[in-house]
């Protein structure tokens, strides 16, 4: 008897899946013994509600995830467990493998780290479209003192003035300075740092904020108030990082300030090159602090000048100079700094407008002190990013990537590899029912854990390792470069997304697997044919590009920190002094034979000394402003007659200016040879105008562009000179010199006849004898130079460090893949071998196939070196991106490395024993 | 797993399949022997339901048995209690004499 027909159909609709069978033999068993127990209608009623109950047996979807995350839970763990065991089995590949990953890791975290602080860093000026920088360009701009001016910045005073007369801008105002700072009274040496004094409204008007503590506030412009809030690099860097020291104080030249807040690394203030500084105070407070220092200078100048005046052997001239000097000092200390001033136009308020008001009342000031021309008054963004440090960033931040892509590439070949001999292990499994998925994501949790061992170990050593690099990279002290969460987890993301990304093509590969392989006896039968041989040549060859790119990139630096080392500057910078002096506030016009001439008399006159002169741009100062006339970045120096020779340039062609030519301000100009050949060619630019560098520049925008001083539109060309390197940026660039101007603030250059170093002190006593409120500044250009060679240093041993480390570990995935490779192919090879095959054409054979992908990617590494060269151009000083030495060297090396990665797991292939191994089989 | 709840059916389930006999508890004989006992009638569907739960919870675990002679030759399921599946029971057991007593106490 059967069962029911409509029951069977019934059944039918229900997805039973793998116990179908099962159920309907059940359902069978049931239909028979009821039928004969209770009759057949029964057993068929029974037999129909039966199979509609089973309507109940459709698993429901909870009930299925709910037991697949148990059964997932328990199998991760198990997957994690093996995964283990099984690095354990070959400590030294996998070991490798992470130390590569970690190894890239470190490097990559430290690096981001330290140019995110260094290049992006330090801003956070909330809505800064409405925030400027307020530039005023004065052409004469008598009234700072004790600062040589600086373009854009203003007289304190003109400051306060036009601050008061404006409404639709609220404009705020920083002076910098140095000072001393020291954290104990008992301590005498201090450490020197750059500040900021500020007005009140600073921290406000710009949305800056603090981290700890609070900001600096208006209120805390009251007089003999010393507060002061510490940037968040200066307190971790130089104070510990103690949260303690906050409400505690800290000595600055020896006055005290009370630390009252610490600034948000990344909302410190808009950045300049000049450097981020390490604490902001009041204005009231620097001009309390500053005009105590100074009166308390005068007091001792004035005891200076009554001292010499006793002096029996002074000539009337310098008696009646004395004196002056003197009565001039009894005047009260005029404080009237460069500061830099910034704005916020008010909200509903445009930028127009508050241009047009800013300018009006610099006009009217203007006319109030009776100033000689209207001044220029220029909005700006607020920030002045170094455009050289962006482009160092850049490179950095692409090498890291390169690095790190590099590392998981060799995580994918180690993987491949691995995945290729496992295919037995795999098989197996296969063989038993484990499901394909299940093969997958043991796979994957390998890789997975490779990219999270290499992560952790990584991120723990870049954490020292951030120390180290920004010292290496001359980061300052103010700058906070302790990575944050932020980097970490970036980093940590990227890599593992990274390292599934890397053994996805192992795994895919792997879970294939090979079950007849597994299940017949011996290994010689397996199959011959190599585990994506495509896939693995691709990636050696990737290897290989990315490791030719980064050697490039360091055997260019090298190249370049060797030529800089051994330059030629042009003229004997080791016997040469500069000093800084100022004017002190002494009237200026047609100061050259009142002050100048006889200051450099008195120089002249000490013993050592062969030459003196006088400059605005002196060698390797950091005084250097070039322009870009005609798209030629160009040097401009005003001098007195004697530079020439004081510095030992030799004059090509005509003659330098005369003194005569210097005080009657006369349109004359001596150009370098390289200003000659650049806008002349080969004509002769003796005699010429100038109208030919100049261009055509009209507009007050580019006025102030190519300088605070007018360029003399009817120059004449009297001299030209042979070329000299004032600086790295600037070798043997083209330079205009011009006579030194009457209000120009010039540096001191002097050649000594010896040792430059200690002719100093000399020089600063006679230099005091002859005006007692100098203060020079003495610095050694030679000092200067080797100071200015430090950054590409580092930038080169860091190149050069990561150039190696790069090529470790394409190194080491090409030596593993290679032997695994070969292995692989022994028995290929001993049937060679049996067929006659030498030991050497083995060999051979073996290169052959290896390096193939290997020079493929070698060259193409190279043509994107050549093509991405140029970026880096600006670090290079000068040396070309395709500097034939450097490429040639990078290419040599890399050649003998990977040879030789190669050559020696393949030298296996041809030792091997065909008889022993056809034994076997 | 341990703490969640069993529900009527489920206890009854695991009652029979420790009632019987370690070879004989299939599907179809526990299906026979709660309808004999309840005296109501037991859809086939609700014991395969209810035994699913019950090895999804980790109660009862179930194994293709040996060939036997009938049905062709074919395999039986046959379902064990687990520990898990004892404990269970006896928790149930526990709470339901302890109430009993008190209704009896007063």
Do not use: C
């Given at each position: 008897m059967r069962p029911p027909a409509i029951g069977r159909l019934v059944l039918r609709l229900?997805?039973?899946?793998?116990r179908r069978d099962e159920i309907e033999n059940d359902l069978l068993d049931l239909f028979e013994r009821r039928a004969s127990e209770r009759g057949p209608a029964f057993a068929r009623r029974r037999y129909i509600g039966d199979a509609l109950s089973?309507?109940?047996?459709?698993?429901?979807p909870e009930v299925i995830r709910d037991a697949e995350r148990r059964r997932g839970v328990h199998t991760m763990t198990h997957d994690i467990l093996f995964a283990f065991r099984l690095f354990r089995r070959h400590p030294g590949l996998y070991g490798v493998t992470i130390a590569g990953l970690a190894v890239a890791i470190a490097v990559s975290a430290a690096m981001f780290s330290v140019v995110r602080a260094v290049?992006?860093?330090?801003?956070?000026?909330?809505?800064?479209?409405?925030?400027h920088r307020v530039s005023l360009m004065s052409p004469?701009?008598?009234?700072?003192?004790w600062t040589s001016p600086t373009l854009?910045?203003?007289?304190f005073e003109d400051f306060t003035r036009i601050r008061a007369a404006t409404t639709a801008i609220d404009l705020v105002g920083s002076i910098r300075d140095q000072a001393r700072y020291r954290?104990?009274?008992?301590?005498s040496e201090g450490v020197p740092v750059t500040y900021l004094a500020v007005t009140g409204d600073y921290f406000g008007v710009l949305g800056l904020r603090a981290e700890a503590g609070r900001i600096l506030l208006p209120?805390?412009?009251?007089?003999q108030l010393r507060h002061a809030v510490v940037s968040s690099g200066f307190w971790k860097n130089v104070?510990?990082?103690?949260?303690?020291?906050?409400g505690g104080t800290m000595l600055l030249n020896g006055e005290r300030f009370t630390i009252v807040g610490i600034a948000d690394r990344a909302h410190s203030g808009p950045s300049s090159p000049r450097g981020n500084p390490a604490f902001w105070i009041t204005v009231t407070a620097h001009q309390e602090v500053f005009v105590g220092e100074r009166s308390a200078e005068a007091r001792r100048t004035r005891e200076q000048v009554a001292a010499r005046l006793h002096?029996?052997?002074?000539t009337p001239t310098d008696r009646q100079r004395l004196t002056a000097i003197g009565s001039s000092l009894s005047a009260s200390t005029a404080w009237n700094p460069a500061t830099e001033v910034f704005g916020r136009v008010k909200p509903g308020l445009s930028r127009a407008q508050a241009e047009t008001e800013v300018k009006a009342a610099a006009l009217a000031r203007a006319a109030e002190t009776s100033a000689k021309q209207a001044p220029i008054v220029v909005f700006d963004p607020p920030s002045q990013n170094n455009r050289q440090t962006m482009t160092v960033a850049v490179v950095l931040l692409t090498i890291v990537g390169l690095v790190v892509a590099l590392a998981c590439a060799n995580v994918t070949n180690v993987l491949l590899a691995s995945a290729a001999g496992r295919r037995r292990e795999i098989g197996t499994r296969l063989a038993i029912g484990a499901s394909r998925a299940r093969i997958l994501r043991q796979l994957l949790t390998e890789t997975v854990l490779l990219g999270a061992a290499g992560s952790a170990i990584g991120l723990l050593i870049a954490m020292g390792l951030v120390r180290t690099l920004s010292r290496l990279l001359t980061v300052?002290?103010?700058?906070?470069?302790?990575?944050d969460a932020a980097v970490y987890a970036s980093v940590a993301l990227l890599t593992m997304v990274a390292s599934i990304v890397a053994g996805f093509a192992p795994a895919r590969y792997g879970y294939r697997g090979d079950i007849t392989g597994a299940l017949k006896?011996?290994?010689?039968?397996?199959?011959?044919?190599?585990?994506r041989a495509r896939l693995r040549s691709l990636l050696i060859g990737g290897q290989a590009a990315v490791s030719a790119v980064l050697l490039v990139l360091a055997a260019l630096l090298t190249r370049s920190l060797v030529d800089n080392i051994s330059?030629?500057?042009?003229?004997?910078?080791?016997h040469l002094v500069t000093l800084g002096v100022s004017?002190?506030?002494?009237?200026?016009?047609?100061?050259y034979d009142a002050h100048w001439g006889p200051l450099r008399d008195q120089v002249l006159?000490?013993?050592?000394?062969t030459a003196a002169a006088f400059a605005t741009v002196a060698p390797f100062d950091n005084s250097s402003a070039p322009q870009r006339l005609n798209g030629i970045r160009v040097e401009r120096n005003e001098t007195s007659p004697e530079y020439f020779d004081a510095v030992g340039l030799?004059?090509?062609?005509g003659r330098a200016y005369t003194r005569e030519e210097m005080q009657s301000a006369a349109a004359v100009v001596v150009i370098s040879a390289s200003l000659a050949r650049a806008f002349w060619g080969n004509d002769?630019?003796?005699?010429?105008?100038?109208d030919r560098v100049w261009g055509t520049v009209t507009d007050a925008d580019s006025a102030r562009r190519a300088g605070l001083?007018?360029?003399?539109?009817?120059a004449r060309i009297v001299g030209i000179v042979e070329d000299a390197t004032i600086g790295l940026q600037s070798k043997n660039a083209p330079t205009i010199y011009l006579p030194l101007a009457a209000s120009r603030t010039p540096r001191l250059v002097v050649r000594a006849a010896a040792s430059p170093a200690a002719l100093g002190p000399t020089l600063v006593d006679a230099i005091q004898r002859f005006d007692p409120r100098q203060r020079p500044r003495i610095s050694m250009p030679s000092a200067g130079q080797r100071r200015e060679l430090e950054r590409p240093r580092s930038l080169t041993m860091l190149a050069m460090a990561v150039g190696a480390i790069a090529l470790g570990l394409a190194t080491i995935g090409l030596f593993g893949v290679t032997a695994f490779v070969v292995e692989q192919r022994t028995h290929e090879m001993s049937v060679r071998r049996a067929l006659g095959a030498s030991s050497r054409q083995l060999v051979e054979l073996m290169l052959r196939d290896n390096l193939r992908p290997v020079a493929i990617g070698l060259t193409i590494g190279l043509l994107m070196a050549l093509g991405g060269g140029r970026m880096i151009q600006a670090v290079?000083?000068?040396?070309?991106?395709?500097d034939p030495l450097a490429l040639v060297a990078a290419t040599i090396v890399l050649l003998v490395v990977t040879a030789l990665a190669v050559l020696i797991p393949a030298r296996k292939a041809g030792r091997v024993d065909p008889v022993q191994l056809l034994k076997q089989g | 797993m341990k703490g969640e709840r069993l529900g009527e059916f489920e206890e009854l389930l695991l009652l029979a399949a420790q009632a019987l006999a370690d070879d004989e508890c299939s599907v179809v004989a526990i299906q026979e022997y709660l309808e004999r006992i309840t005296e109501r009638r037991v859809s086939l569907g609700a014991v395969y339901a209810g035994l699913d739960r019950l090895e999804l919870k980790g109660c009862v675990r179930s194994t293709l048995g040996d060939i036997t002679?009938?049905?062709?030759g074919k395999r039986k399921r046959i379902y064990t209690v687990t520990t898990e599946g004892r404990r269970s029971v006896r928790d149930v057991r526990r709470v339901r004499e302890a109430i009993w007593r008190t209704i009896e106490g007063r």
């Open positions: 229900w997805r039973l899946g793998d089973l309507y109940r047996f459709r698993r429901s290049a992006f860093g330090g801003e956070g000026i909330p809505a800064s479209q409405d925030v004469t701009f008598t009234r700072v003192t854009g910045e203003w007289a954290a104990s009274a008992d301590e209120t805390d412009e009251r007089p104070m510990g990082g103690d949260h303690g020291r906050l002096d029996p052997s002074l300052p002290l103010s700058v906070d470069v302790s990575p006896v011996d290994q010689a039968a397996a199959p011959l044919r190599l585990p330059m030629d500057v042009g003229y004997d910078v080791e004017n002190s506030g002494a009237p200026v016009a047609n100061d006159g000490v013993p050592g000394v030799r004059m090509l062609r002769d630019a003796l005699g010429d105008r100038m001083h007018q360029k003399l539109p009817d290079l000083y000068g040396t070309s991106s395709r | 002679r009938e049905r062709g």
